[in-house]
């Protein structure tokens, strides 16, 4: 057993990776905010059972006494980030993970950062290595790949043990109400109508919730120091396929209209998945049709209960 401290623990992730982590035995101490990002009353169903102190990171101590290792997930998600919510971002993302990379280097504990697939925008690799050149086009993935070189600048000034995974596109229950897959599963069980960015051939890498949890508990436990890897789902599905696919598992049908393209969204995201496949043994296991099936049955229940 350890004792571990998660990071944005009311959120969409955090809260299912510290609830695997205390089904698993361990001890866990969350940490989050409760932005008013989304709708705190959300955060506070998905703390439920778990121990949640209320610290912003951004200016307040990390108590590290004892710990064994930082899962931080804390961040200002969301690649809509140009403009005024901008400095909301470097404080959330920049400021915050710089005080929790400093504590964790002066406790001498692990940290597994979570980074996202946003810090390659528009790469000439599909499937993406981990390699590749990154070339964030949004705010939010500028900020995140700002944290992965702060990690790495306390890893080689001060010995700070950091692992960065790359996670691309998650979904499945609790999933944020800003998110694609949310927003889809909000629309069918209303009835509005649904407002796509562009022509919905966009793709991507979606992964789902408990294969990303399932990566990230082992990058804590086996991965080495400093490494790097893309957490990324099997299939690469474009938004209008995974449009039919939940009308289809919903037995309802969407009313789609068409808008302009969101400035900061990629066309595309394609996980090369095989460095964290050779070195932790980890692939993406649930398919995106499973993974809907779940993620439609929770926010046609759960959601509609309040
Ligand atoms: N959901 C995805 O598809 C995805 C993809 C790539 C990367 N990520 C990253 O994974 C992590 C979790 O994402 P999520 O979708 O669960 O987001 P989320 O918004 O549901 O969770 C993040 C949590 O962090 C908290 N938080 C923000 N700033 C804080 C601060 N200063 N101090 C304490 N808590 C703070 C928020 O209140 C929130 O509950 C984030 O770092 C995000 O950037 C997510």
């Known amino acids: 057993m350890s004792r571990y401290v998660v990071t944005g623990a009311a959120g969409f992730i955090g809260s299912q990776l510290a609830e695997a982590l205390q089904d698993a035995g361990h001890d866990v101490t969350g940490v989050d905010c409760f932005t008013d990002f989304y709708d705190a009353a959300e955060k506070e169903r998905n703390a439920r059972g778990l121990d949640v102190r209320r610290v912003d990171l951004a200016d307040e101590q990390l108590e590290l006494d004892g710990v064994d290792g930082v899962f931080h997930l804390a961040a200002q998600a969301g690649v809509r980030s140009f403009g005024d919510v901008f400095p909301t971002y470097v404080r959330r993302n920049l400021l915050a993970s710089q005080r929790v990379f400093e504590a964790c280097a002066q406790a001498g504990v692990r940290v597994v950062f979570a980074s996202s697939s946003s810090i390659y925008g528009e790469t000439e690799t599909y499937p993406t290595p981990e390699d590749a ?152 296991r649930t398919s995106l049709e499973d993974g809907l099936a779940r993620m439609w049955s929770w926010a046609s229940a759960t959601v509609a209960a309040g």
Not at 239 to 246: D, Y
Request: hydrophobic share 40%; charged share 25%; with cysteine.
């Open 133 to 284: 050149e990154p070339r964030p086009i949004s705010p939010y993935g500028i900020t995140k790949l700002g944290c992965e070189h702060l990690a790495r600048a306390y890893g080689s000034a001060f010995g700070l043990d950091a692992v960065v995974l790359r996670y691309f596109t998650v979904y499945g229950p609790r999933q944020r109400p800003d998110m694609f897959f949310r927003r889809v599963c909000d629309a069918l069980r209303t009835g509005g109508s649904f407002e796509i960015f562009g022509s919905g051939e966009q793709s991507r890498s979606f992964t789902y919730v408990g294969d990303a949890v399932d990566a990230t508990i082992a990058a804590m436990q086996r991965a080495e120091p400093g490494a790097v890897f893309n957490v990324g789902g099997g299939e690469e599905a474009s938004m209008l396929e995974a449009i039919a696919l939940l009308e289809r598992l919903s037995g309802r049908a969407l009313d789609v209209r068409h808008t302009g393209n969101a400035k900061g969204d990629v066309s595309r995201t394609s996980a090369d998945v095989s460095r964290i496949a050779a070195a932790l043994g980890w692939r993406p």
